[in-house]
């Protein structure tokens, strides 16, 4: 189990890192909210503070982006002090990296954290939901070398950070060892999700109440817990009133100066039509993830099937991350066609995504070779972008969606485009759904009463095994 867990990461950060030199855009290696996190982190490791001012001023952004900057934010006070307006946990992690080896070094750490991400989901699928590890070992090592998950361990956001902290999380609260080393680290995780984005807090309240439920009859601990966190809460809220002026990180923002921080979600948002991201998140043409993986159109039918029968606290609190993850970006997120690859907003939630595609196939070859299959296709697109990006022909942000690939240009005319929504791409969005639903009431039907063909391996034991 070693070796698999070890091959598996290596992997993903071999993969991820084929594209550390592909542009963002056409006038930058990095775009959107990227220069902010290297900016802080270069701060950070020069001079032990988050006041990106005189690194704006100096223009020190001109290695990773060419063009002048967006500053995104404005003098706070009479010094002329001025802060990312982006939670630092990330270019807390990526200040040493950063420090030695520039935007590149600072790339490499993410490709690491994807890598050390999809070790851990193989490990959980395998001691927590009775994977079966030939099969599991295949289908997430490819499921982390193809899109989003991948593009995301060189693109420099905290999705893929996000991702760690809450399988973290989940190893620590669903361990049937009830040693207070695994509620420190749950607490950890908990807390790191919003110092990595604000966004994270309902993903570590799903955390925290899975925590919760686990020692539901040790009321002294639940207090302990409680107060812990409630600490780390009070001093989260504390710590931005007093170094960005806010309850968030966005009062920091001058796009915010005309309103308030919390416009970020919009000032008025429109939940009704900010509904159609439920099934666009998934069968969008550009920014689905479905367009880009072919295998990720199987997710309704693979969540169908392994609900069905799974009660277990694992499989509850999975379940629930992935429907918190999926709602905040439905309906939270400003936008769902952002300045950013596809799949940003809900890649936190996908390895538990993957976890399930492992113990929906179990050990069944036709099943692992058909998801392997329309995953590495996702992987072979994901290549040619990359080395168009890295080649100047294509830019990962500005004209992804041109990307010389024939799995995805195939699929790409049988999907609906959500930004232009006309008559056809209703009529094909309906059609998707009934095909979707389709199949995930026949996976339904079809489940077997316990779950994968091969009997799932007790926790304890397996976990004391691999964790030793």
């Not at 002048?68 to 010094?79: E, G, P, V």
């Not at 001025?82 to 490709?111: F, N, Q, R, T």
Request: aromatic content about 10%; glycine content about 8%; proline content about 6%.
């Amino acid at each position: 189990m070693r070796t698999r867990l070890l091959l598996v990461g290596l992997i993903a950060v071999g993969v991820s890192l084929l594209a550390i030199d592909a542009r963002s855009t056409y006038g930058a290696r990095v775009s959107s909210d990227e220069p902010q996190y290297l900016l802080t982190a270069m701060s950070l490791w020069e001079d032990l503070d988050l006041d990106i001012s005189d690194e704006l001023a100096d223009e020190r952004y001109r290695p990773f982006h060419e063009n002048r900057i967006n500053q995104q934010t404005y003098a706070l006070n009479d010094s002329g002090q001025e802060l990312s307006p982006h939670d630092p946990l990330l270019p807390i992690l990526l200040s040493v990296p950063y420090g030695l080896g520039g935007w590149a070094g600072a790339k490499v750490m993410l490709s690491v954290i994807i890598g050390l991400t999809a070790a851990l989901t193989l490990h959980i699928a395998v001691s927590r939901f009775g994977a079966a590890p030939g099969p599991a070992t295949w289908i997430i090592g490819a499921f982390f070398t193809a899109p989003p998950l991948t593009s995301y361990g060189t693109q420099v956001f905290p999705a893929g950070s996000a991702a760690l902290a809450l399988m973290l999380g989940f190893w620590a609260v669903t361990h049937p060892s009830q040693r207070r080393r695994w509620d420190v680290l749950a607490v950890v995780a908990i807390v790191a999700l919003p110092w990595l984005s604000v966004k994270y807090v309902p993903h570590a309240t799903v955390v925290a109440i899975g925590l919760a439920w686990k020692h539901r009859s040790a009321r002294e601990r639940l207090l302990s817990l409680g107060a812990a966190l409630g600490v780390a809460g009070a001093s989260y809220l504390l710590l931005h009133q007093g170094v960005y002026g806010g309850w968030t990180v966005y009062a920091a923002a001058d796009h915010f100066l005309e309103g308030s921080e919390f416009d970020v979600v919009g000032q008025r948002p429109r939940l009704l039509p900010r509904s159609r991201r439920l099934i666009g998140l998934l069968i969008d043409t550009q920014f689905g993830i479905g367009v880009w993986t072919p295998s990720f159109l199987a997710m309704p039918a693979m969540l169908a099937a392994v609900g069905r029968h799974r009660r277990n606290l694992p499989t509850v609190l999975a379940g629930t991350l992935v429907l918190v993850g999926w709602i905040v970006a439905t309906w939270v997120a400003l936008t769902m066609h952002g300045w950013w690859w596809p799949g940003r907003q809900i890649l936190p939630v996908l390895p538990f995504v993957v976890i399930g595609f492992a113990v929906w196939v179990g050990d069944r070859p036709r099943a692992t070779v058909g998801v392997v299959c329309a995953t590495v296709a996702g992987t072979a697109t994901w290549l040619i972008l990359a080395w168009e990006a890295s080649t100047d022909r294509r830019a990962l942000i500005v004209d992804f969606y041109d990307v010389a690939s024939p799995w995805y240009r195939t699929l790409a005319t049988a999907l609906p485009d959500h930004q232009r929504l006309n008559v056809t791409d209703s009529i094909l969005t309906f059609v998707w759904i009934a095909i979707l639903a389709g199949t995930a009431v026949w996976a339904w039907r079809s489940a077997q009463p316990n779950g994968p063909r091969r009997p799932p391996a007790p926790t304890g034991q397996t976990a004391s095994a691999t964790e030793r």
